[in-house]
């Protein structure tokens, strides 16, 4: 029996590809990953507790929808962070991370057709790499809009022919962007907000960094959409208690969003989903009331950026993030910088261009590296004069 076709041209995911890059290779020192982007610091500690002391509700099912308690801490956040009144019931929605979420948003929201043509889904390039699967899941086409140094290393929507965003049904938004840590402005989000509505789409926008900034707490796409009285149901934001917390493994974010598209992606979950389980919803509901260990944390990570701007702060291209926990290094090409610093220092980054896709620019991943600062800051310190050491010598 064949296999679909739907899939077929994905390229490799990309950890597997700087696997068949590095592996072949001795590595030139103690090895130090800083490829991955999973979180390090320390979690909370009352994370353990809370899973015994409600242990006993493992024996139950779920609800799909979300604990009342845990839906009203998301809320109750959302008001404190962003100053957005969302209702509890219609307009939050719990996940198991956002990765499903971003995903199987994609199939409850996105029509089949728009204008009577195949719907294209806005990818910004280089991007998370869901966003492209959940196009192709729905046979929408993606399209790729370069975020670059020229751009603000944020697509540019708004230049965009309307031709191209009459057919849009759904723009990504990654703010703040991995890999590259930028952040969008309110003007950026209310412009896109006002193309949403001039053009009839819907936004997804992955704020799963959103807590680890440097400087001001960035925006947020639902803060926009009321500050500026648009449309509920043009927007539908990703959180994630897996950076924010350092709970990667609890698999725990949340969609909020219109009540409109909340239910359509309630109603699919009910069918399809698998919702977290009972006592993790108990921990996520504490994680979103609580600031301490969030500030404790994005601390940490501003230490390590302190660190980076000190030893790259001198290198030609080097734009110190504004939020996130990643640097988007310039290089000649990524590939074979990736695998020079493997074989000479041990250090293990990923090439810019896994991340993107080739576009008729190129693929505007492809002079970068991704180095992730997710180690203890002494190994970040040492990985990061490495990485100075041999490649901007
Ligand atoms: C941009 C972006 N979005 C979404 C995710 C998914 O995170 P999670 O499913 O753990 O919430 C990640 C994880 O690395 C990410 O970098």
Redesign the pocket.
């Known amino acids: 029996m064949d296999f679909p076709e739907r899939f077929a041209n994905l390229p490799d995911y990309a950890f597997p590809r700087l696997r068949a890059l590095l592996d072949g290779h001795a590595p030139g020192g103690d090895v130090l990953h800083m490829s991955i ?1 999973e979180p390090k610091h320390p979690f909370p500690v009352w994370v353990s507790s809370i899973i015994s002391e409600y242990a006993h509700e493992f024996g139950k099912y779920p609800p799909n929808e979300g604990t009342p308690e845990l839906r009203a801490a998301i809320a109750g956040w959302l008001q404190t962070r962003y100053g957005v009144t969302a209702a509890p019931d219609t307009q939050v929605f719990p996940l198991n ?3 499903e979420g ?1 995903f199987n948003a994609c199939l409850a929201l996105c029509p089949e057709t728009k204008g009577g043509k195949t719907p294209v889904v806005l990818i910004p390039n280089p991007f ?1 790499q869901v966003y492209t699967v959940a196009a192709q899941a729905v046979g929408a086409e993606p399209v790729y809009l370069p975020a670059t140094a020229e751009t603000g290393f944020l697509p540019d929507i708004a230049g965009q022919p309307a031709e191209l965003l009459d057919r849009t049904a759904i723009v990504y938004l ?1 703010s703040p962007s ?1 890999p590259q840590g930028a952040v969008a402005s309110r003007a950026y989000w209310a412009e896109l907000l006002a193309l949403a509505e001039k053009h009839d789409f819907r936004i997804f926008a ?1 704020e ?1 960094y959103s807590e680890l900034y440097r400087g001001a707490a960035p925006a947020g796409a639902m803060q926009v959409a009321a500050e500026t009285g648009a449309d509920p149901e043009r927007v539908v934001v990703f959180h ?1 208690l ?1 950076k924010r917390s350092n709970l ?1 493994g609890l698999r725990s ?1 949340f969609a909020a969003g219109g009540p409109g598209c909340i239910a359509r992606m309630q109603q699919l979950r009910a069918y399809a989903g698998a919702p977290l389980p009972l006592p993790l919803q108990r921990v996520a509901e504490r994680a979103w009331a609580d600031e301490a260990h969030v500030a404790a944390n994005r601390a940490l990570y501003g230490e390590k950026f302190e660190i980076a701007d000190e030893i790259f702060g001198d290198v030609p291209g080097y734009r110190p993030p504004e939020a996130g926990f990643f640097l988007w290094l310039p290089v000649a090409d990524g590939e074979a910088a990736t695998l020079k610093l493997w074989q000479e220092t041990g250090v293990r980054v990923l090439p810019g261009a896994y991340l993107g896709r080739d576009a008729p620019g190129g693929n505007p991943g492809q002079g970068f590296i991704r180095v992730a600062l997710v180690a203890p800051r002494e190994d970040t310190r040492r990985g990061l004069k490495a990485i100075r050491r041999c490649l901007y010598a």
Request: glycine letters at 22%.
């Open positions: 982007g991370g956002t990765r971003l998370y990654c991995n992955d799963c994630s897996s990667p974010g």
